[in-house]
C-alpha cells in the first residue's frame, strides 16, 4: 500500500496493483471456498478477472484499487502507521 500511494513508483503501479488485488482475492476464497465452489461460473469470472487485471491496456487492476480497495484500506493505513511507529 505504501509502494503504491508513494509517486517514485509509477512504473511499477500496475504490478503492484495487481498483486495487492489478486493476494485479497486470494484470503477471500480461502475463507469462503465452500460458498464459491457451488457456485459454477466462479472459475471463469475469476479467470476474466485476472486476466482483466494483468492486460494493461484496460487498466483492471487500477480500477479496481481504485474504487473498492483503497476506500477500504486508506482507513486502516493510519491505524498500521501507527501500530509500526510504536
Given at each position: 500500500?505504501?509502494?503504491?500511494e508513494?509517486p517514485?513508483?509509477?512504473e511499477?503501479?500496475q504490478w503492484l496493483?495487481?498483486?495487492i488485488i489478486f493476494?485479497?482475492l486470494q484470503i477471500?476464497e480461502?475463507?469462503?471456498?465452500?460458498i464459491?465452489?457451488?457456485?459454477p461460473?466462479y472459475f471463469?469470472?475469476?479467470?476474466?478477472?485476472i486476466?482483466?487485471?494483468?492486460?494493461p491496456?484496460l487498466k483492471?487492476?487500477s480500477?479496481?484499487?481504485m474504487?473498492?480497495?483503497?476506500?477500504?484500506l486508506i482507513?486502516?493505513?493510519?491505524?498500521?502507521?501507527?501500530?509500526?511507529?510504536?
Open positions: 500500500l505504501k509502494c503504491l508513494n517514485d513508483y509509477l511499477r503501479k496493483t495487481y498483486w493476494c485479497f477471500l480461502l475463507f469462503s471456498d465452500i464459491l465452489y457451488h457456485f461460473p471463469l469470472f475469476k479467470a476474466l478477472l486476466l482483466c487485471m494483468i492486460l491496456r483492471g487492476a480500477g479496481i484499487y474504487y473498492i480497495l483503497r476506500p477500504l482507513p486502516q493505513n493510519s491505524t498500521l502507521n501507527n501500530t509500526s511507529a510504536s
